[in-house]
């Protein structure tokens, strides 16, 4: 091997040990800058307000912050390929009604012969979510149409049907076994915030540890590698939208179990919040970058805020504005990282 | 006498601490092409940024024509006379030819309204007087990569500078545009402008240049004219040490067929190209850039649709429809764009290394992340690849470095049948000869070799054997004793 290699690896050896601070503490900010941000208002919070320490303000928050946090994991596995899905609030519903209008004790609103049993309303609504995102997937991945184009048809559509499929009427009075999902609880422990945590921990498992998982971050990071490297680059983007269409059913049948009718105006405005969450976790919407673990800070610290803000009794309207402020400077700690490099 | 046009003196530049940059020496005269050569990690890189005033320097005196001078960004450095055609392409791609050579600074006739006639008229002019054959209204996205390269050359040039600094500017450019840029160069040499050239490529160095000088470790080692030193001197200046020879090649090719191709056609208009290559051969394929060289090695690793034709591989018939078909039949496709189709920039080394052999690396879909350790492991040692820790990013590491990480991720593989298009492009005269170090070994083990090459002293330094390809077909067959650059060149062109 040639001299000047040597040293080229040498001197990028020493850099990394003889790196001046600055550099070396911005990039320890935009490493754990999000954790740190949510370690110091939850530090803040509890000094300024009994309650937001309290066993039932956590859960709350957990609960309040579980809807959009399955929505966010399954973003996440969607930008990473460089995708985006604009449905997810739109198939929360649709999921929703479906789902609902098999669990329901409501003559109007039952589908005839029901209330089916809970496992196979929820089974419906799964599938419905996964249907719609599996049509996203195919859109995106055989006829290569944009994925904010093709999503944004199916945030349209999907709302449509909803409102169709429920003749524009809530579905109400859900079963009791059904409402389990969502108003039940584990040792204590809420629904909704179960389930997230199992969807998180499957998410973690299948980016870090699976070759699904690899193959998604090859593909994010650069398709034609991937393919060239014999990865089935259309098999791996249309999956990522079953999931993320799979985890807005659950979602949409978490919400209408947790407040006992199904809407057909739930979930609009969701994939916001989603794809926030997404981002303040760090994850690059360029692709082939980012972690679920930051997508669940990114979600914790937005269900924080919005809960300290509450608690501080602060107008909702600067909650929005808040959120924003965070979305952008999470962003641009991030590019500030990268033009050091 | 005059000034030099450039004169930089003891040129420092750290980062962090670590110096990229001791002792930065070079002088540019009116009417010179000067080559800076080094190998990866040289300084070269460093050296001309802080001369275009893309970063500051720590210490030194950069002179222009006497004149000590300071650049806070390339503008002002193209403001005083120096400008550069940089390695990378930028250019806007639904714009016309003419638009993108004076993007930011078109001609307005009144009221802010460009003048699209005096600007495509100029251009006209421009690309008329470097001989290069491109009509300035066509848009950018119609144009291949050659005359893309082309563009960017001219728009460089249309500033009217005196310095003008060329990053490996035929990286991208076929033998036959890259003759038009060396005539475009002999044009401005004699207009008396100084060129800077930097590049790998030592016979592009002898073609173009007058003279040379020569960074390693980031300092200046020395400088002289091309009639006075040899290759080999060159390359050992170069390198900091004597090589006892530039290419490697210890294969005998036996009589077992391993490829066969008969009447393969593929898209661009690749018609009927037979092709049969044996076990331990190294079989080059040589053509200019667009004679459908690329397009044969996508069709043969399933990257494009069947369009007719049969390939045999060890003497049964075999359908290929996908890449993946393609590793499961023991092929390799180390691409020719490493940046583009070769490497995911954004994930690490390991993860690079064991990208395509997935499948084996676990248990049904879970990985083994033991196992990908083990493999990344194995394959950094046995090519070895400069990497601190294997779970950096690969865009870390240098080119040559990271063109080893795409062949190791390939051996991991155990492919029986080596494509390597273009392999050496990019990489320093040190890491070429591992490559061909590794080719050769390759072939000695049984394996083959089908290397496509636009270098002519590479297809001869290598190959058993060479096919060249034009306009889509086998133009000739030259065996090894044959192999000569002028025999080459002919039936390419």
Redesign the interface.
Known sequence: ?????????A??????D???WG?YALDWVAKYGILLALILICVGLAIGNEYFLSTRNILNVLRQTSINGILAIGMTFVILTRGIDLSVGSVVAFAGVVSASLATTSSTAMVAGGPYPALLALAAGLAVGMASGAVNGVIVSRFAVPAFVATLGMLSAARGLTLLYAGGRPVPALTPEYRFIGTGDLFGIPMPVVIFALVFLLAWWVLG???????V??V???P?????????VRRTRLMVYVISGGLAGLAGMILAARTGSALTQAGIAYELDAIAAVVIGGT?LA???GRVTGTLIGALLIGVVNNGLDLMGVESYYQQVIKGVLIVAAVMLDQARNRRE | MAADLLEVEGLTKSFGGIAALKDGRFRLQAGQVKALCGGNGAGKSTFLSIVMGIQPRDGGVIRRAGRPVTYRSPREARADGISIIEQELSPVPAMSVAENIYLGREPTAGFGRIDFRKMNRDAQALLDSLHFDIDPRTLMMDLTVGKLQLVEIARALSHDSEIIIMDEPTSALGEAEADQLFEAIATLKARGKGIIYVTHRLSEVFEVADSYTVFRDGAFVGEGAIADITRDDLIQMIVGRPLTEEFIKENVPGDEIALELRGINSVKGVRGIDLTAHRGEILAVFGLMGSGRTELFERIFGLVRDQGGEIRIGGAATAIRSPGQAIGKGLALVTEDRKGTGLVLTASVRDNICMARLKKLGLGPMMNIRAEAKASRRMIDLFNIKTGNDRDPVSSLSGGNQQKVVLGRWFLTEPAILLLDEPTRGVDVGAKREIYRIMSDFAVQGGTVIMISSETDEVIGMADRALVMRDGRIAGELARPELSAKRLVSLAA
Do not use: C, K, Q, W
């Open positions: 091997m040639p001299a000047d290699e040597d040293l080229t690896s001197r990028r050896a020493a850099a990394e003889n790196r001046d550099t540890a699976t070759r699904f998982g690899r193959n971050y090859a994010g990071g650069n034609h590698a991937a393919t060239v490297a014999g990865i089935n690059s692709g082939g970058v």
